[in-house]
């Protein structure tokens, strides 16, 4: 039996943001994603919080309420100069401090950089970072094959309104599609063009196909999807994880609920 598998609700596209270093300008692009409703991922440095610039401990946990806050090493780092000890210090301690603050497991990350080597990629793996963002463009929107190798699909700055009307605009058959869109606050009044974040939100906002998550979230689902179990005959799907995955059978789209078992074949 042929099936598909869908984002939740039964969606075959989502969309997500992951900005950098928690510069003050994160205020005012929050404010944007609030506004619209957009879910973004927002990489810090703890040794920065509360410097000049940057936006302070005592606000953290309310500005990125309904985001995600995820890691971005202590001090900014070059990861691949560093020994396996600061490696580390700069990814642990990180963890630690936001944790305290936003109450939940931070297990996320960006490449200060951009730069990595599989040293820091194996660490990371030890230190409770279960995906890693790079700044490699695909300028697609494929799903990601190695979560700690996490390629976006551009900046900002690449274009992203013609890249929203390819989004929108994929044909029927179109596989689960990912548009993921990076980089840092402090670029839009560095660059005069708040109005191209404003613009893009405003249109890529309210969609009923798309599924608009910070990046946690999409990692948490897609590798879920793949754990899903199917019998020989691809009549019976099993869903081991804790998260209720979508999957369409026949003409229907089905929740597949956490630790439960769905007989497909009754379902056309």
Request: charged fraction near 20%.
């Amino acid at each position: 039996m042929s099936f598909e598998l869908y984002y939740p609700f039964g969606k075959k596209k989502a969309m997500t943001f992951s900005y950098d270093d928690g510069q003050i300008h994160d205020r005012r692009l929050v404010g944007i994603f609030n506004k619209y409703r957009m879910k973004a991922t927002f990489h810090l440095n703890s040794g920065t919080i509360g410097t000049e610039g940057f936006i302070s401990r005592e606000e953290l946990p309310s500005l990125y309420e309904g985001h995600e806050v995820s890691c971005h090493g202590v001090s900014h780092p070059h990861l691949t100069h560093l020994s396996k000890e600061e490696i580390v210090y700069e990814i642990w301690e990180d963890r630690r401090y936001f944790e305290s603050l936003v109450k939940y497991p931070v297990r996320g990350m960006s490449y200060p950089f951009g730069e990595y080597d599989d040293i820091v990629v194996k660490s990371l793996e030890v230190l409770g970072i279960t995906y890693s963002r790079t700044v490699n463009t695909t300028d697609c929107f494929l799903l990601p094959g190695n979560f700690l190798e996490w390629n976006p699909t551009c900046h900002h700055n690449d274009n992203i309104m013609s890249k929203l009307n390819s989004f929108k605009n994929q044909p029927h058959w179109a596989a689960l599609s990912l548009f993921y869109i990076y980089g840092h606050s402090f670029e839009f009044p560095m660059q005069n063009n708040w109005e191209l974040i404003e613009e893009f939100c405003e249109k890529a906002a309210y969609d009923p196909d798309v599924w608009y998550a910070t990046n946690i979230e999409i990692k948490d689902y897609i590798c879920a999807m793949r754990q899903l179990i199917f019998n020989v005959d691809q009549t019976l799907v099993y869903n081991p994880t804790c998260i209720p995955v979508w999957i369409g059978a026949g003409q229907r789209i089905i929740e597949v609920k956490s630790g439960l078992t769905v007989i497909l074949d009754q379902l056309s």
